[in-house]
């Protein structure tokens, strides 16, 4: 940036500055020579002007005029050549730019003026080259750092230190994916202002600023987008001072290699989200030999040998207006899962915890080697990540499985059921938001012991085998009613509630279940019994759909 300061400095040509000394600092974007009474028309302002001062002749009222004239449309400033028009600047015009700060200087006879603006020509052009040589050194610098896959903690490293800034980059939903300080870091409740502010402008592509109480300045907010969508926003806050324009170029710079980042980011994710999830799907499935399952973790970068546990982290419900009735609400639902997926996956890594993870439904599975990991740290692993959801996604609640560890790879999947019947199994007992482990299946965990099929049928028929076959001879309901009727803790009317019925309906069903079946539902033994074969059941159901699918 040329200055009027620069300007005067310039050797040989003998500038004498006199009126305005508060404002030689001013930025000359060109320079133009007039000889007109009033050439605002053909200036844009920041020209500094050169003149003989024909324009400035008259009466002193008038010379006021034109000056106040130049003034007011935002020159940088007046060069007045002496020897034509005037010997020496007239006194009026002096006061006057003094009296706004406005530079003025005397250009002397013998310099002509076109050596100044081939001066300041030379000078903008070497100005503007070692710009454009200073903005290559940082462009194969940032893409150095994507090259060398340093990530964006990196890329936001180097930007703090050139621009001497802070800076923080947020997903489009709010998320911190990495922050630099220069001199100070953003506090926490500065960044959760600042997102506030951005939340409500977060459609715009533009450019924009917001305050931010404690920062020296205003905050730059750039958004980034990305496969041709807004996918982060780079808040910047200068240390002291305004942005440069060398500051500018080098934003520009950061914006595009995080561009790139994220789009890669995202590319790999994916990918890898696919992999994990296929993965699950032929574990759970049993598809899979111990041999492949360690051949999987290790491809993962998991040590096989070691032991592993499943863990379930299920959405309980959303907190707000999603209910899956809409379009939009499905969207924004399936938005949801997406970030809690983010979530844990985040939360995970930087605990630096070995594992993987993929969506199932409204639930994230994740493999997690604990390796030294008792089982109380486990659960407290769980705990905090529950808290961290809580704050990430006020959105939803969420309850949090845990299956037991196994060395035996093939034993992974009762590890999965284990987590997902724990949920079940505690969510049963009310309240939402629960952490479930192995030891919350009680009498339960012996179902998920047998691992084939057959047993879990024989065991089934064994206790509602005559009413499965009641219900569908008679087109009856007795065995949905009696789950219905467990599930309530035998509750009465609220189990009469869950099936649409009276009470003295569900009472009269009740009791022709304990005909057909030969059991009393007074004896906390046989309501066990009932409860173990309803899940056995779901157990043979989840089965049969896994084999259809593979099938198909």
Aim: aromatic share 8%; hydrophobic share 45%.
């Amino acid at each position: 940036m040329i200055t009027v300061q620069d300007i005067l400095e310039i050797p040989d040509l003998n500038l004498k500055l006199l009126a305005g000394a508060k404002s030689v600092s001013n930025p000359v974007r060109w320079v133009h020579i007039a000889e007109v009474p009033d050439p605002t028309p053909w200036l844009k302002g920041g020209e500094l002007l050169l003149t003989t001062g024909y324009g400035l002749t008259g009466p002193a009222e008038k010379q006021v005029e034109a000056l106040k004239r130049l003034i007011d449309h935002n020159l940088s400033g007046l060069g007045v050549g002496t020897g034509f028009t005037f010997d020496k600047v007239p006194e009026t015009l002096i006061r006057l730019a003094d009296e706004y700060s406005f530079p003025l200087f005397e250009v002397p006879y013998h310099v002509p003026f076109i050596a100044i603006t081939e001066a300041v020509s030379s000078k903008i052009v070497n100005e503007q080259y070692a710009l454009l040589q200073r903005s290559l050194a940082v462009h194969e610098k940032l893409t150095k750092i994507v090259l060398e896959e340093k990530g964006l903690d990196a890329i936001l490293s180097t930007l703090s230190a050139l621009v001497g800034c802070s800076a923080v980059l947020f997903d489009f939903h709010g998320l911190v994916l990495c922050e630099a300080a220069y001199r100070r870091k953003v506090a926490g409740e500065m960044i959760a202002d600042l997102w506030r502010q951005i939340s409500d402008r977060r459609a715009s592509r533009q450019i924009f600023s917001v305050g931010l109480e404690g920062a020296s300045s205003s905050v730059q907010v750039y958004p980034v987008v990305a496969s041709h969508r807004i996918g982060a926003f780079l808040a910047v806050v200068k240390d002291s001072g305004d942005f440069s324009d060398y500051d500018r170029i080098i934003l520009h710079h950061v914006v595009t290699v995080t561009a790139l980042e994220l789009v890669k980011k995202k590319a790999v994710a994916e990918t890898e989200k696919r992999l994990a999830g296929d993965f699950f799907d032929e574990l759970i499935a049993s598809d899979l030999y111990e041999e492949e399952i360690a051949r999987r973790l290790a491809f993962f970068g998991l040590e096989p040998e070691q032991e592993h546990l499943i863990t379930l982290v299920d959405i309980d419900g959303f907190k707000a207006y999603l209910d899956g009735t809409s379009d939009r609400e499905e969207t924004a639902a399936q938005d949801i899962k997406e970030r809690l997926h983010w979530a844990v996956d985040e939360f995970l890594a930087k605990r630096e915890a070995l594992f993987i993870s993929a969506s199932r439904s409204d639930s994230v599975v994740v493999l997690l080697q604990p390796g030294q990991m008792a089982a109380e740290g486990v659960l407290g692993l769980a705990g905090e990540l529950r808290a961290a959801i809580a704050e990430m996604l006020p959105e939803i609640t969420v309850s949090i499985g845990i299956g037991r560890p196994h060395k035996s790879l093939v034993d992974l999947r009762q590890s999965y059921y284990e987590a997902h019947y724990a949920i079940k199994i505690r969510k049963l007992k009310g309240g939402t938001g629960v952490i479930a482990s192995f030891d919350d299946l009680g009498s339960y965990g012996l179902l998920l012991g047998l691992q084939d099929t057959l047993s879990l049928e024989v065991f089934y028929d064994s206790v509602l085998g005559k009413l499965h076959e009641y219900d569908e001879q008679s087109s009856s309901d007795l065995v949905k009613s009696l789950a219905c009727f467990l599930e309530a803790n035998g509750h009465w009317g609220e189990a009469a509630e869950r099936l649409y019925v009276h009470r003295h309906t569900l009472r009269y069903r009740m009791k022709r279940v304990e005909e057909i079946t030969g059991r009393d539902l007074g004896s906390s033994q046989d309501r066990m019994e009932f409860w173990l074969a309803l899940k056995a059941k779901e157990l043979i159901d989840q089965s049969g759909k896994k084999k259809a699918l593979r099938a198909v």
